[in-house]
């Protein structure tokens, strides 16, 4: 191992150790998400992707808030993805556990890719349809997502990364504006298939009579399924969170 490899683990670890101890502290949630892709390609434009979501309000316990979702996606080509989801989010907020909110969601999304050599660049927009607790509601989001890979030029087997993003929640009904989200991470690829990531996550919602953030750690594992007659095709390591 090269006395680069080294140092890269080095702040992996020491990423994981700080986060691990910011989040001893009782305003630190975790989000933890796990994610399979069907990713598309020249050949079979068609793909998919399941998703699974749950959050706490201390390190690893007081979970409130879990969510199952999926879709359909379909390459225009290798920069341009269109894809329609539909997932079921419940919210717990109470000791008796009791449900404060339940909502499905139905979702029209573009997502263009950009590969600047060593920098990556997701730009992600989508149109929820929401029914929360039987009332509906519209929200419209945009996320750019940054990846930069260390010890390679692209995100390949054995390559450690950093992904940054930030991404607004917008509605249409005023005020128009409604969270945003920001987080930065360290994640690594295992090999074509498997990759984690861990990193720290703000976020701040915003209403007429409530306004707050909260941090957060955030771990996340991908599973990518391969076809085996896929051409290559470079991909990004981003979830549907």
Known sequence: MNKYKVQVIILLAFLFINLSAQAQNNKTGVFGIVTIVLPGDSAHRWGGYAELQTRSDKPFNQFFYYETKA?????????????????????????????????????????????????KLEHRYRVEQRWV????????????????????????????????????????AVPNFERNRFSAALG?????????????LNQYNYSPTFAADKNNLALTFMYRINRKNAKLREHMPSTDN
């Open 71 to 119: 879709g359909i996606s379909y390459d225009l080509d290798n920069s341009f993805t269109a894809l329609l989801g539909t997932g079921r989010y419940v919210t717990d907020d109470n000791p008796e556990n009791l449900k404060v909110a339940t909502e499905f969601r139905l979702w029209e999304q573009m997502t263009v890719n950009q590969f600047l050599y060593r920098i």
């Open 133 to 172: 607790n039987g009332l509906y509601r519209n929200r419209f989001r945009y996320r750019l997502n940054m990846f930069v890979p260390l010890n390679n030029t692209k995100i390949v087997a054995k390559t450690f990364f950093i992904s940054v993003y930030d991404e607004i929640f917008l509605n249409n």
């Open 188 to 200: 690594y690829q295992f090999n074509k298939s498997i990759n984690v990531q861990a990193g720290w």
